[in-house]
Structures are given as C-alpha cells and as structure tokens.
C-alpha cells in the first residue's frame, strides 16, 4: 500500500546549526508535499508545502527540497533554536481525490 | 492560535461506552478533517466533511461515526469503544474540498478507555 516513511525517528542538532529532516514516499502519483511541526500537547502546525512542479520551495528559514526521481523530500531548518524542537511530519497527497498521508514524524532536539 | 477548537481537551471512559468529540472549525474554513493518532501508528486520516457533506473517507472504523452540521462544527461519535481506541483525537479544517492545501489543526482531544 502506499506509504509515507522518515529516515530517522529521532535528531539532535546543536543550537545555531542546520537540520535536516529526510522522508521517502512510495505513490510515485503523488503530487502534493506538506511539513507540519507538532510541538508537545498541541496540535500539527503548517509549515511550508511544496506541488510537484517544483523541487525547491523556501520560506522563512525553511527550505523543502523535492526529488521526484527517488521519491525524496527534505525540510531543512537553518540556524536551528531551541524553539524548533518538536515532532515533524511529511505528508503527501496524490491526486484532486487523494487523502493526505502522513509520515510517522521525526522528533528533532535542539541541545543548547 | 489556529483558530480550530475541539472539545473535551481529554475524555476518560470505559470499554463498550460511547463518547462525542466536538469542533469548530476555523473561521470561513468548509472542509472538516477528523484524525486519529496514536504512537505506533502516526495520524491516520478518518474521514473528511466540506460543507455538510461526506467528502472522503479513511481508515474510519464502523463503530465511528461523524457529521457536519449546518454551522459547519463537526462531530466525531465513537461507540462500543475498546481499550485501542485511547489515542489523540485531532480536526483540522481547510478552505476548500480538496486536501492538497495546509490544513488548520486544533489541539486535539485525547481519549482514555480504561
């Protein structure tokens, strides 16, 4: 069945470095990508989204990254702060019709 | 604050027992999205609602029911409930029909079947 995947359940960064959040898909109809960052006792927060006719879309110190070839999508937080420590999810959608799956979330940490 | 409310915040209930989860989506918004997530299993997508209308379905059990009411609030009724279905309950709502767009999540209701 179609799938959502993160490469790591887990990523501590230092304070003031870059992160990485890496996510693999499987429906190679999917034409849609989302970011949501879910904070402790809240609920997911849109980030920054992406359609398949791009490969880069950036945003306030967030860059999503596109490779349709390998079915690869990336979030990557410049200058990471203690702030950004929270769960993050990838989702996609394919299709007018599609429902939006999600991935299974990666808890990033940001040590001080 | 994204303008999405749930209510209860937590509900504790026993099994066989039927519980209502309540939202207001946020303002404008048509489409209604219910969620259930639990640890092993992320956010699974139950069913969606656009503008009191069934729109799309998920991995929604038969002992789960859902509506959206003239004023666009939604209901999320769960009955005959088992000890699995203790997760976090979340809606999101969303502009239009479609969920290729960011969809507004409110803070989720979390269950407890004992």
């Known amino acids: 069945g179609e799938s959502v995947g993160l490469h790591l359940p887990t990523l501590s960064v230092q304070e003031g470095d870059n992160s990485i959040i890496n996510c693999a898909y499987s429906n190679s109809a999917s034409d849609y990508f989302i970011w949501y960052k879910q904070e402790s006792g809240k609920g997911p927060q849109f980030i920054i989204d992406i359609r398949s006719n791009m490969d880069k879309r950036q945003g306030q110190r967030v860059t999503v990254l596109l490779n349709k070839t390998v079915k690869h999508l990336s979030l990557q937080i410049a200058a990471t702060q203690p702030g950004d420590s929270a769960v993050y999810f990838c989702a996609t959608v394919a299709g007018s019709q599609g429902n939006l799956i999600f991935g299974k979330g990666t808890k990033l940490s940001v040590k001080p | 604050d994204s303008g999405v409310t749930q209510t209860p915040k937590h509900l504790i209930t026993a099994t066989g027992q039927r519980v209502t989860l309540r939202c207001s989506p946020r303002s404008g918004d048509l489409s209604v999205y219910w969620y259930q997530q639990s640890l092993d299993q992320g956010l699974q997508f139950l069913i969606q609602y656009y503008n009191g209308e069934e729109r799309a379905k998920g991995n929604i059990l038969e002992r789960f029911s859902a509506q959206q009411f003239p004023d666009l609030h939604s209901e999320l009724n769960l009955s005959s409930l088992e000890l699995g279905d203790s997760a976090l309950y979340f809606c999101?709502?969303?502009?239009?029909?479609?969920?290729?767009?960011?969809?507004?999540f409110g803070n989720g209701t979390r269950l407890t079947v004992t």
């Open positions: 999101a709502s969303g502009a239009g029909p479609r969920q290729a767009s960011p969809l507004h």
